[in-house]
């Protein structure tokens, strides 16, 4: 395999690449995981109230948005692989307990049959066995919202209203495991259906997260005062993070390898 980052370099993620790679580490929202200069219980950055929960260990920027591209459209299936042992760290610095079960955020038809497997199946796929917990399918699509690139939050939280239902018996406390968090509008419907076919919690893991509000006023969101941005992922087998400003390991951080 080649890297997923660029295409040319070493598998998962050549140097230069890691270079470019954002991990997301505290002070952040206590909620959702959003870069902060402190740590607040919840920001406006957080996903609709159904989502109890969410953490991401990369920002949506460089190297992992280009990976998660591959993923998503280019037929890279392993980058799941790849990106599922960053995501289950992440989770595991998490405050909230085992859930019974991981799901994911399902595909309609159409796009389905046009990429011929669902990414976010493959990331709760690969996440599940590495948390201990089973992988079942909780959600279908009852309706479809249509391309949300260019809806701001608002517009995607009405957009999404109805789209997803429950599939089957629904345990109490569930993981719901997605690509990309932007605002959350998806997340919150398919949270919004499972709780209300019984689920008492939902929370929501991604391998990355694109904070808009931020980006909205003209400002990165990952360069600013209070993220970890010099932090970068080793490549290779089981390699540490390291942050480059001290020039040291920090086993708190995400890894990535193989």
């Not at 949300?148 to 997803?164: D, H, I, K, S, W």
């Not at 259906?193 to 006023?217: K, M, Q, W």
Request: charged share 20%; aromatic share 6%.
């Amino acid at each position: 395999m080649r890297c997923a980052g660029c295409g040319r370099g070493a598998w998962p993620f050549c140097p230069e690449c890691v270079r470019g790679i954002v991990v997301l580490s505290p002070p952040w929202c206590r909620r959702c995981g959003a870069p902060s200069t402190r740590s607040p219980t919840t920001c406006r950055d957080c996903p609709p109230e159904a989502v109890a929960l969410s953490r991401a260990p990369f920002g949506f920027v460089g190297p992992v948005r280009r990976a998660v591209h591959r993923l998503k459209f280019g037929g890279w299936r392993p980058v799941a692989d790849a990106l599922s042992i960053a995501m289950v760290r992440a989770w595991e610095g998490a405050p909230w307990g085992p859930p019974d079960a991981v799901t994911w955020v399902p595909l309609s038809r159409r796009r389905l049959a046009t990429r011929g497997y669902d990414q976010a199946r493959a990331l709760a796929t690969a996440v599940a066995p590495r948390l201990g917990v089973p992988r079942v399918r909780l959600l279908r699509r009852v309706g479809d919202a249509g391309p949300q690139a260019r809806r701001g939050g608002t517009e995607r939280r009405q957009a999404m209203r109805g789209v997803f239902a429950a599939a089957g018996e629904v345990p109490r406390r569930i993981l719901l495991v997605d690509d990309v968090l932007t605002t959350g509008a998806t997340a919150g419907a398919c949270a919004e259906a499972l709780r209300a076919a019984g689920a008492s919690d939902v929370a929501l893991l991604t391998a990355a997260r694109s904070i808009v509000s931020v980006r909205a006023a003209g400002t990165s969101a990952y360069t600013r005062r209070g993220l970890a941005s010099g932090s970068v992922v080793a490549p290779g087998n089981v390699s540490p993070v390291v942050d480059a400003s001290r020039g040291r390991s920090d086993p708190r951080k995400p890894t990535l390898g193989r």
